[in-house]
Every structure is written in structure tokens, then in C-alpha cells.
């Protein structure tokens, strides 16, 4: 029996991994190797595509004897050596009981449904596909008894382009939804669907078609009858792409493994490395950047925020030009812990910014974003200084503006970016709307307390960073009671356990809080409420 290939069909993907370790576990199959094969789950399970393939060429080379799966194996798998097909689960549609049925191919193999004790449903339900399936199968043979009348050859009616070892023709009604089946093969995620875009002259009658960047033919130009010209443009791209090999001699998109007389590769082969994408309108340099004067603006906002929740404030992007018609006005759901949350943009109009400006507000989002990522003083400070210089060289370039109450909040752009790395500023000790001036000292100097509240600080005797929600009625003579009973001022308490000196005695003490955790809820996760 170590010549048996077994599939065993299971609807869920904890069933398939139960199994396999059952399975595995019995002593009456001995040297039988189980693997379970499961589509790609991140909220669950995450089998990548190369795993996948590796247990597929292991089955198909007998290394492998049963396989436990899901639905994602009931097409495209092609094994003559399978002779053993079993649905631990009832198939639950028609056809996927003919694919699962189709996986056994060796002659005098078995298909076995497994059906629950006095389940009468499920077993009226079997018994129907197990009828329609004869159907299926004596009208096919009837039909491969009859002779074809040959097709009335309408292809001279319009222009087509044929494949003459195949016989494959695509013609210019049907190129158009070929280059938008090509591009939907193309890789792509949640945020981005590869698209065909058609630029069309009417005074020049000419067409040009842009193919997204993942594809091996970028652009593809053609003139002709207006009315004609994306069908022609199309056909063209079809000629070109088969050229260099995207399409096959069948005319259908080229996955990059390779076939035999009969495709027996479960799932395309899976590329670990993948080149990065970043849509045009945000690639630029920032020198050039910097002197463009006018820029397009998108307002982020967050919505449904519960009122028990801190909720942001708004925030402008910046960018070099218009992002298109599909950001004029979006939304995208946030996933966590409120279900009703998400974040919109807008688009809101130009900007003009000087070079000035320009480079206060990308140490701004430098600073700030290093801060939220990193929350390591010495990378800050070596982020921020980083920016100051405005490469040439080609990047990612776009600015994140703060808004209060809808303007720009330059006054706090300006601090941020001042005081971080640089103390000798003297200019900056309080903002102009300040009617008094009421100076604290810091390590750094002094500042007003318009300046510190709501501020980020980063205290000298951990180098971590807090942000600033108040003062406390309290200061360096104040007692601080330990958790051993004994009280300390905080002047005698600082000295001995951190070595510092507090010298301004009657200055109040900072109210802070750990800075917010970085969180993607882009992607669907579970977090957890934490306590405290």
C-alpha cells in the first residue's frame, strides 16, 4: 500500500489540521506520510503558496501518501497516480462535487462520500449529484458521437490575430476583455486592482493604453477610427504580450512554471521577493519637491469614533498632483476595536507652500513618525537630522500636515521641529498666541507651558519618550511614597536613583502618559483591550 494517493476533502481549514495529526497518529498506517493543504488565512492559518507546491510534487512523487484539503484543491490538480478520493465533508454545491470527483484519475478509483447516520437531507442531497452526474456523463457521450458541422469563418469580417501552433485567435471584440482578464491575473491586494487605463485623442485619433507596472509591456500606442480605437489598441497589446512571452501560444496569461501535456501544478509558484509598488503620483525627489509652489490636498479624517475614544485630529496630504477621480471623495474601514470606524479623504484643493515651509514639514512627519515607530531617542534625533537634506535622488515623497480647527497648525510644525534636536533656538520659547509668558525649566532650557503642554518630552533619566497632558500641584519638595512604605522627596529620590539633580525646587511636575501604540488597522487583527 505505499503506492496509495488518497485526497480527502474537508470543508473547514481547523478540520484539515485535526485530521492530519490524527491521521498521522494511528498505528494501522504505518509509513504513510499526511499533509494538509489549506488556501492562505491570515486570520487564521497562513500556508504560503511554495509550502503548498512542495507537498503537491511530494504526492505526485509518492513521498506523500494522503492529503487532507479544503475546497482549493478540487481544481487544477492533476495526479494519475490518485486512485482514492474521500468528502469527509458532503460537497456542498453540484459542482464541487464534480471537481472532487475529477481528482481521481487512475482507472478503477474510488470516490467515497461520507455522510452522517440518519442525515437525510445530506443523503437526499448525494443522491442527487450523484445523478446529475450521470446525466452529465451520457450527454457527453452522446455529444462526442456527433459529427461538428464546421463554423461559418466570420474572423475575415474583422481584424484578428491568430497563434499558428495553437490556433489560438483573438480578434478586436474580444482583445478588449482579454487585457482586462490579463491584468486581474497581475498581483495585486486589498487596496489595489490592476487596471487597463486608456488615453484617447479624438482630434488625433490615436489611443495610447497604459498596463500597470507589474506588467512586462508598459504602454501601447495606435491611430485609427475613434470608434475603433480601443478595440485596435487592445489587439495590439495582445500581439505584444504574446511577443514577449506574457501570453501563451494559447493566448491566456503566462504564471512563469511550466506545463506538460496536461497542467498537473496545484497553485502557481509563489516568489518570496516581490518588487515594491508605489503608485506614480507619489514618486518624486524632494528638491524638486520642494519648489513646486502649488499642491494638491487630501483631507484625512477619522470617523465613528465612540465618544469615550480620543479621536485624532485631521490631517493633510500633500502631494505633487492630482491622485484621480477615485480619491475625490473615498473611505476605508478600520478594523479593531470599533466596528464603526474609519478613515475618509477628501480632496480639498491646492495649497502654496514655500521651500520654507516645505522643509519645516517634512521634519515634522520625519520627527513624528520616527517617534511613533521607533520610540528610540538617538534614531529620532538621527531621522530628523537626516531630513534636513533634500536628496535628488528619486523617493517616496508626499507631506502630512496637522490641521486645528481646518487651518495648519504651523506653530506646533515649527516647535517640533526646532526644539528635538536642536536646544540653542532661543527664538522658539512660547508660541505667538501666548498673552503670557510663564517659563519652566528643562533640561534643554526654558519653555513657556504653552509650549509643553501636549507636547512630546523625552526625560534624561530613561531616554523615553511621554507626551504631556498637564501639570500636577505638585513639585521637587513634594513626597513620593514607595512601594516599600518609606516616602521620598522627589529631589531625594531623582539624586539616588538616577543621579540627577532637580535645581528648580518650586517648579511644578509634568503630567504625562506613555505615547499611543502604532497600530495597522488597515489589516483585519485582533487586538486586545489592555488594562490600565
Given at each position: 500500500?505505499?503506492?496509495?494517493?488518497?485526497?480527502?476533502?474537508?470543508e473547514?481549514v481547523?478540520?484539515?489540521i485535526v485530521?492530519?495529526?490524527?491521521?498521522?497518529?494511528?498505528?494501522?498506517m504505518?509509513?504513510?506520510?499526511?499533509?494538509?493543504?489549506?488556501?492562505?488565512?491570515?486570520?487564521f492559518?497562513?500556508?504560503?503558496?511554495?509550502?503548498?507546491?512542495?507537498?503537491v510534487?511530494?504526492?505526485?512523487g509518492g513521498?506523500?501518501h494522503?492529503?487532507?484539503?479544503?475546497?482549493?484543491?478540487?481544481?487544477?490538480?492533476?495526479?494519475?497516480?490518485?486512485?482514492?478520493?474521500?468528502?469527509?465533508?458532503?460537497?456542498?454545491?453540484?459542482?464541487s462535487?464534480?471537481?472532487s470527483?475529477?481528482?481521481?484519475?487512475?482507472?478503477?478509483?474510488d470516490?467515497?462520500?461520507?455522510?452522517?447516520?440518519?442525515?437525510?437531507?445530506?443523503?437526499s442531497?448525494?443522491?442527487?449529484?450523484?445523478a446529475?452526474?450521470?446525466?452529465?456523463?451520457?450527454?457527453?457521450?452522446?455529444?462526442?458521437?456527433?459529427?461538428?458541422?464546421?463554423?461559418?469563418?466570420?474572423?475575415?469580417?474583422?481584424?484578428?490575430?491568430?497563434?499558428?501552433?495553437?490556433?489560438?485567435?483573438?480578434?478586436?471584440?474580444?482583445?478588449?476583455?482579454?487585457?482586462?482578464?490579463?491584468?486581474?491575473?497581475?498581483?495585486?491586494d486589498?487596496?489595489f486592482?490592476?487596471?487597463?487605463?486608456?488615453?484617447?485623442?479624438?482630434?488625433?485619433?490615436?489611443?495610447?493604453?497604459?498596463?500597470?507596472?507589474?506588467?512586462?509591456?508598459?504602454?501601447?500606442?495606435?491611430?485609427?477610427?475613434?470608434?475603433?480605437?480601443?478595440?485596435?489598441?487592445?489587439?495590439k497589446?495582445?500581439?505584444?504580450l504574446?511577443?514577449v512571452?506574457?501570453?501563451?501560444?494559447?493566448?491566456?496569461?503566462?504564471f512563469?512554471?511550466?506545463?506538460?501535456?496536461?497542467?498537473?501544478?496545484?497553485?502557481?509558484?509563489?516568489?518570496?521577493?516581490?518588487p515594491?509598488?508605489?503608485?506614480?503620483?507619489?514618486?518624486?525627489?524632494?528638491?524638486?519637491?520642494?519648489?513646486?509652489?502649488?499642491?494638491y490636498?487630501?483631507?484625512?479624517?477619522?470617523?465613528?469614533?465612540l465618544?469615550?475614544?480620543?479621536?485624532?485630529n485631521?490631517?493633510?496630504?500633500?502631494?505633487?498632483?492630482?491622485?484621480?477621480?477615485?480619491?475625490?471623495?473615498?473611505?476605508?474601514?478600520?478594523?479593531?476595536?470599533?466596528?464603526?470606524?474609519?478613515?475618509?479623504?477628501k480632496?480639498?484643493?491646492?495649497?502654496?507652500?514655500?521651500?520654507?515651509?516645505?522643509?519645516?514639514?517634512?521634519?515634522?512627519?520625519?520627527?513624528?513618525?520616527?517617534?511613533l515607530?521607533?520610540?528610540?531617542?538617538s534614531?529620532?534625533?538621527n531621522?530628523?537630522?537626516?531630513?534636513?537634506?533634500?536628496q535628488v535622488?528619486?523617493?517616496?515623497?508626499?507631506?502630512l500636515?496637522?490641521?486645528v480647527?481646518?487651518?495648519?497648525?504651523?506653530?506646533?510644525?515649527?516647535?517640533?521641529?526646532?526644539?528635538?534636536?536642536?536646544?540653542?533656538?532661543?527664538?522658539?520659547?512660547?508660541?505667538?498666541s501666548?498673552?503670557?509668558?510663564?517659563?519652566?525649566q528643562?533640561?534643554?532650557?526654558?519653555?513657556c507651558?504653552c509650549?509643553?503642554?501636549?507636547?512630546?518630552?523625552?526625560?534624561p533619566?530613561?531616554?523615553?519618550?511621554?507626551?504631556?497632558?498637564?501639570?500636577?500641584?505638585?513639585?521637587?519638595?513634594?513626597?513620593?511614597?514607595?512601594?516599600?512604605?518609606?516616602?521620598?522627596?522627589?529631589?531625594?529620590?531623582?539624586d539616588?536613583?538616577?543621579?540627577?539633580?532637580?535645581?528648580?525646587e518650586?517648579?511644578p511636575?509634568?503630567?504625562?502618559?506613555?505615547?499611543v501604540?502604532?497600530r495597522?488597522?488597515?489589516?483585519?487583527?485582533?487586538?486586545?483591550n489592555k488594562k490600565?
Amino acid at each position: 500500500m505505499q503506492d496509495l494517493r488518497c485526497i480527502v476533502f474537508v470543508e473547514r481549514v481547523v478540520t484539515s489540521i485535526v485530521l492530519e495529526s490524527l491521521l498521522s497518529t494511528i498505528n494501522q498506517m504505518p509509513g504513510w506520510i499526511v499533509k494538509h493543504i489549506a488556501g492562505n488565512r491570515p486570520m487564521f492559518h497562513n500556508q504560503s503558496r511554495n509550502k503548498q507546491t512542495e507537498i503537491v510534487d511530494a504526492f505526485k512523487g509518492g513521498k506523500v501518501h494522503i492529503i487532507v484539503t479544503t475546497q482549493v484543491l478540487e481544481e487544477g490538480l492533476n495526479v494519475p497516480g490518485c486512485h482514492l478520493v474521500i468528502r469527509f465533508d458532503p460537497p456542498t454545491t453540484g459542482r464541487s462535487f464534480i471537481q472532487s470527483r475529477g481528482r481521481a484519475r487512475m482507472p478503477n478509483s474510488d470516490y467515497v462520500l461520507l455522510v452522517r447516520r440518519g442525515d437525510a437531507e445530506a443523503h437526499s442531497k448525494t443522491l442527487k449529484f450523484l445523478a446529475s452526474g450521470q446525466i452529465m456523463r451520457e450527454a457527453s457521450l452522446k455529444l462526442a458521437s456527433t459529427m461538428c458541422q464546421p463554423l461559418e469563418d466570420t474572423l475575415l469580417q474583422e481584424e484578428y490575430y491568430r497563434v499558428e501552433s495553437t490556433g489560438a485567435t483573438v480578434t478586436m471584440n474580444s482583445s478588449v476583455q482579454l487585457i482586462y482578464f490579463f491584468c486581474s491575473k497581475l498581483p495585486s491586494d486589498e487596496y489595489f486592482k490592476p487596471l487597463p487605463r486608456f488615453i484617447i485623442d479624438k482630434e488625433l485619433r490615436t489611443c495610447t493604453l497604459y498596463l500597470p507596472n507589474s506588467s512586462p509591456v508598459q504602454a501601447v500606442n495606435t491611430e485609427g477610427e475613434v470608434s475603433a480605437l480601443k478595440k485596435a489598441v487592445c489587439l495590439k497589446a495582445c500581439r505584444e504580450l504574446h511577443a514577449v512571452g506574457a501570453l501563451t501560444d494559447y493566448l491566456l496569461p503566462e504564471f512563469g512554471f511550466p506545463c506538460e501535456e496536461e497542467p498537473d501544478i496545484v497553485v502557481e509558484k509563489y516568489q518570496h521577493e516581490q518588487p515594491e509598488y508605489f503608485p506614480e503620483e507619489f514618486v518624486y525627489n524632494w528638491l524638486y519637491f520642494s519648489r513646486l509652489g502649488i499642491y494638491y490636498c487630501y483631507k484625512i479624517s477619522v470617523e465613528g469614533c465612540l465618544k469615550t475614544t480620543y479621536c485624532p485630529n485631521d490631517i493633510l496630504l500633500a502631494v505633487k498632483c492630482d491622485l484621480g477621480p477615485d480619491f475625490v471623495s473615498t473611505s476605508l474601514k478600520l478594523f479593531g476595536e470599533q466596528d464603526n470606524a474609519s478613515v475618509a479623504m477628501k480632496y480639498v484643493g491646492n495649497i502654496h507652500l514655500n521651500q520654507e515651509q516645505v522643509v519645516m514639514a517634512r521634519r515634522f512627519q520625519t520627527s513624528i513618525l520616527s517617534l511613533l515607530i521607533n520610540k528610540d531617542h538617538s534614531e529620532v534625533i538621527n531621522a530628523v537630522k537626516y531630513s534636513h537634506e533634500m536628496q535628488v535622488s528619486t523617493g517616496i515623497v508626499y507631506l502630512l500636515l496637522p490641521l486645528v480647527c481646518g487651518k495648519v497648525d504651523w506653530c506646533s510644525m515649527k516647535f517640533s521641529t526646532s526644539q528635538v534636536y536642536d536646544a540653542s533656538n532661543k527664538d522658539i520659547r512660547h508660541c505667538h498666541s501666548c498673552k503670557q509668558v510663564d517659563l519652566l525649566q528643562t533640561k534643554d532650557g526654558p519653555l513657556c507651558r504653552c509650549m509643553l503642554q501636549n507636547s512630546i518630552v523625552c526625560t534624561p533619566h530613561n531616554s523615553k519618550f511621554y507626551a504631556v497632558n498637564g501639570f500636577l500641584d505638585l513639585n521637587s519638595k513634594s513626597l513620593l511614597h514607595l512601594r516599600d512604605g518609606r516616602a521620598l522627596t522627589y529631589i531625594n529620590y531623582f539624586d539616588t536613583r538616577h543621579g540627577l539633580s532637580l535645581t528648580h525646587e518650586n517648579q511644578p511636575l509634568l503630567a504625562a502618559r506613555n505615547p499611543v501604540e502604532v497600530r495597522n488597522f488597515l489589516q483585519k487583527r485582533h487586538y486586545k483591550n489592555k488594562k490600565g
